[in-house]
């Protein structure tokens, strides 16, 4: 099945700079390809996601880029701000093992004001 | 409009009883999901319908998991006999569609803590 590698766990950074979280998946069949962030106590919630077809996607302060080849992807984040500080997940679902999610596990994103 | 709703929030358990954690998916969503989800870990998946058909339970870790959605819309998942690697939070997810690279909206999850 599927594995998805997430780095790093935690990710500590001042207020203004950019984040970048990177993740590795295992199954070369996965063409899908989203970005939650949980905060304490919190559902996760999508804040973007890219399918195999594109290589970047881009959501205001908020990026993720694709490298099929490599099997691997990153999310960044850039004018962190304090409200950005969170848990963030990646995940991965090939085509053929259903539809189900396999996550990264996790970073801990840390913006300090 | 309303996202997904589960309940209770929390549940307490001693070991050996039997659970019960609901989910209400979104309106007029095809696929529901449940995952499991350990302190300071990511979800993991435990099973999937596509309406009231459960199409792939291979995530749930014993035989003392089980879910049902009888009829394609709210969803219960089952622990019998709790024991302590139980506790976790239960997240449920949905989408509307049945493709696999459908957005799925997740709740706000069921700690469950078994003592």
């Known amino acids: 099945g599927e594995n998805v590698e997430q780095h790093p766990s935690t990710l500590s950074v001042q207020e203004g700079d950019s984040a970048v979280i990177k993740c590795t998946y295992s199954?070369?069949?996965?063409?899908?390809f989203p970005w939650y962030k949980q905060e304490l106590g919190k559902r996760p919630q999508l804040i973007i996601d890219?399918?195999?077809?594109?290589g970047e996607k881009k959501d205001q302060r908020i990026a993720v880029t694709l490298n099929k080849t490599a099997k691997h992807f990153s999310l960044h984040i850039t004018e962190t701000q304090p409200e950005d500080s969170a848990v963030y997940f990646c995940?991965?679902?090939?085509?053929?093992?259903?539809?189900?999610?396999?996550f990264g596990g996790g970073t801990r994103l840390m913006v300090k004001p | 409009g309303a996202g997904v709703s589960q309940s209770p929030r929390y549940k307490v358990a001693k070991r050996g009883q039997d659970v019960a954690l609901r989910c209400d998916p979104i309106?007029?969503?095809?696929?529901l999901f449940w995952y499991q989800q350990a302190l300071g870990q990511g979800p993991e998946f435990l099973t999937y319908?596509?309406?009231?058909?459960?199409?792939?339970k291979s995530g749930l870790p014993s035989d003392r998991f089980f879910a049902e959605r009888p009829e394609g819309s709210v969803s219960t998942l089952k622990i019998q006999r709790t024991q302590q690697e139980d506790s976790a939070v239960y997240l449920c997810?949905?989408?509307?569609?049945?493709?696999?690279?459908?957005?799925?909206?997740f709740g706000p999850g069921t700690r469950l803590l078994v003592l």
């Open positions: 997810a949905s989408s509307l569609h049945r493709g696999p690279r459908e957005t799925q909206y």
């Open positions: 199954d070369s069949a996965s063409n899908y």
């Open positions: 309106s007029g969503h095809v696929s």
């Open positions: 890219i399918r195999s077809n594109v």
């Open positions: 995940a991965a679902t090939p085509n053929n093992a259903g539809n189900m999610l396999t």
């Open positions: 319908f596509q309406n009231e058909a459960q199409l792939d």
